[in-house]
């Protein structure tokens, strides 16, 4: 296998030369050492659930030593990666209610969005009236809290969604519950001897997955915005190219918020920038990497040095100072690269402790020295730096992300309908959705894969979606394909987009690819959907909408897909997850999930081949979009 045929991003090509020479291992090499993988894992055939097993499935063994079939043994590693995916994106959204709880008029953490809040308290039925902002922030952040464990009840943002989607769930049984509540009862129920029937286990995974989306998803990036700022649109730039010669590389990488504010914070200290110029630098550069990486290019402009693919190569380059990570999506191998140059890796959060690395935790309740001792560590390894081991690579692209919901909502009101709508309602964007000018809008999320090309499936199908007038808005590492490979610049509608989509984004100034943030942020894409709906008074799986993870990796992209579709979102996979075992799990999946909730999987692994029906889908919906709206 050619190393440099597996990914599709030129910076990276370069870097993995260098690392060739350095002798330092990537993620490409190890992927070519593995080989061929395991057919029983790839297909979710092996069990390994309780100290009997494990047991692999096989045409002479059908069945597990306790008599567990394919079925059941796919349906309950299937369910678990559900639950694996909803507890990350959780427990994310926990802490920061936790830091929600923390905000205060002299503290670290403070209000910046008061409508917002006010908005949101009224909803959930908090007394608004006459009170300080920030008791009425914790008590939000108190209502927040009981959705991981409230004893009765369903998630409190299920009454945005359409009546007739919420009818369905009701139906069917996945309104999720508390949060903790539905992932303890998958751990439960895929114990051996308990739940041992392909269609309960789906629906259970169902309900996971709608708690991460339309629970603990949502108050992450609800309380983000609030306490952080809503993203509005920002320029930036994206690739290893932003890493600057004479500057203090620092890359923050993981998924928390409430960390990289305070280090971006930190980063601009007058003492800490002295430092730096004492230390022979310029001065500090921040960037950011996968979902952080996001987070802070969507409220600050911050540059995206890459994605999760990229992570090793960052430090490849000799020139960063420190990788300064929280949780989620952090290579281990890491604290290996780092060896191989003076890259200083630093962990900071309990639940991420990586060997090899340098623990430095970050307390909120300290936010800010932390930070500032964090990045203190970062600039005084300039002196450090091996001048002649550094290559950073030319390649980098400007972008325009930072589209929010009511970015989106804000730019087109501005522009296309400013006399009729003065409210900040989706009207525009149904109104050309309904002209035709744009046929539909689709969400390209998730990760990056090695069983394919880093980058190739993201942005071929971006580019065959815009070129048919479908609207492109993204999340997590697909966004940072975009803005790397050009796509979100607002000149791509002329280069790329078709004739509708080029006019509507050259009218209302946007670029073709909407950055809509990290993957917690994928709620965003059920706001979207749930505001259309409900403006046209239809179910979301009426809509001329779909889903795609071209090249997804992680559980919480299994469940992030699972919840799409529990929402009438059909979801198209460019990678097959492990559940090929079971045909009747494919079934389910695949086939009868549409005339359960209104929408199922599609897996495609050609790029090409996935785009196409995804555009001759949306037309499909169209022709009944059009007949009913
Ligand atoms: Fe084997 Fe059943 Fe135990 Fe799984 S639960 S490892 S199938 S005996
Ligand atoms: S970081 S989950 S690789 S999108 Fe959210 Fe990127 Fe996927 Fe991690």
Redesign the pocket.
């Known amino acids: 296998m050619d190393k440099k045929l597996m990914t599709i991003d030129l910076n990276s090509r370069i870097l993995l030369e260098k690392a060739e020479k350095d002798g330092v291992e990537t993620m490409y090499d190890r992927k070519i050492a593995m080989k061929s993988q395991c057919g029983f894992g790839l297909q979710g055939g092996c069990?390994?659930?309780?100290g009997?097993?494990?047991?692999r499935i096989t045409p002479k063994t059908p069945r597990?030593?306790?008599g567990?079939d394919v079925h059941t043994?796919v349906g309950r590693n299937f369910a678990r990666m559900c639950a694996g995916g909803t507890a990350a994106h959780s427990d994310h959204a926990r802490d920061i209610a936790h830091t929600m709880a923390l905000t205060s008029r002299e503290g670290n953490y403070k209000i910046r969005e008061e409508e917002k809040l006010i908005e949101l308290a009224k909803d959930w039925g908090i007394e608004t009236e006459g009170k300080d902002i920030y008791d009425i922030a914790h008590e939000a952040a108190d209502v927040a809290l009981m959705e991981f464990g409230k004893p009765y009840g369903t998630s409190i943002f299920l009454k945005n969604a359409p009546a007739k989607r919420q009818e369905i769930w009701k139906k069917l049984d996945i309104e999720p519950r508390a949060i903790d509540r539905e992932i303890a009862t998958v751990m439960h129920s895929t114990h051996?001897g308990c739940c041992a029937d392909i269609d309960s286990l789906i629906n259970l995974s169902l309900r996971t997955s709608m708690a991460d989306g339309w629970q603990g998803s949502m108050i992450g990036t609800k309380f983000s915005d609030i306490m952080f700022g809503t993203p509005t649109p920002q320029q930036t730039e994206a690739n290893l190219g932003v890493l600057e010669a004479n500057q203090v590389n620092i890359i923050l990488h993981g998924h928390e918020p409430s960390l990289s504010e305070m280090i971006v914070l930190a980063t601009e200290d007058p003492e800490l920038v002295a430092l730096a110029k004492e230390m022979g630098a310029e001065g500090i550069n921040i960037s950011g990497m996968c979902c952080i990486g996001n987070e802070i290019t969507m409220r600050h402009g911050i540059k995206i040095a890459g994605d999760f693919h990229q992570q090793e190569l960052a430090l490849v380059t000799g020139a960063v100072e420190a990788m300064i990570v929280d949780v989620q999506c952090i290579f281990p191998a890491l604290s290996r690269v780092a060896d191989c140059y003076h890259t200083k890796f630093i962990t900071t959060s309990k639940k991420a402790k990586i060997t090899g690395s340098i623990y430095m935790e970050f307390k909120e309740e300290n936010a800010y020295q932390d930070a500032l001792q964090i990045v203190r560590e970062a600039v005084l390894n300039f002196k450090n730096r091996d001048k002649s081991r550094v290559l950073i690579p030319e390649l980098k692209s400007s972008a325009t992300v930072g589209y929010s919901v009511d970015a989106i909502i804000k730019q087109l009101d501005r522009v296309v309908n400013v006399e009729i709508d003065k409210q900040g309602t989706i009207k525009p964007l149904v109104d050309v959705i309904k002209s035709g000018t744009i046929r539909g809008v689709v969400g390209v999320v998730g990760c990056n894969n090695a069983r394919v090309a880093s980058n190739l499936a993201h942005t071929t199908i971006m580019k065959e979606l815009i070129k048919n007038d479908i609207l492109v808005i993204t999340t997590g590492c697909g966004a940072s394909a975009a803005a790397k490979f050009g796509l979100m610049k607002k000149s791509a509608a002329k280069k790329y987009a078709g004739k509708g989509l080029a006019t509507v984004c050259e009218l209302v100034d946007i670029p073709p690819v909407l950055h809509m943030g990290s993957c917690v942020d994928c709620s965003r894409i059920l706001d979207v959907a749930s505001a259309i709906a409900n403006f046209v008074d239809m179910d979301i799986s009426d809509l001329p909408l779909a889903g795609v993870a071209p090249e997804w990796m992680s559980e919480k992209a299994v469940a992030i897909g699972t919840y799409i579709v529990a929402s009438g979102i059909d979801t198209y996979l460019g990678v097959m997850p492990p559940v090929g075992g079971s045909s009747r799990a494919v079934e389910i999946l695949c086939g009868e999930l549409e005339d359960q909730v209104g929408a199922s999987f599609t897996v495609n692994e050609n790029p090409e081949e996935l785009a196409a029906l995804i555009i001759a889908d949306i037309e499909k919906k169209r022709v009944h979009f059009e007949k009913i709206y």
């Open positions: 069990c390994r659930i309780c009997m097993g494990p047991c597990g030593l306790c567990a043994i051996i």
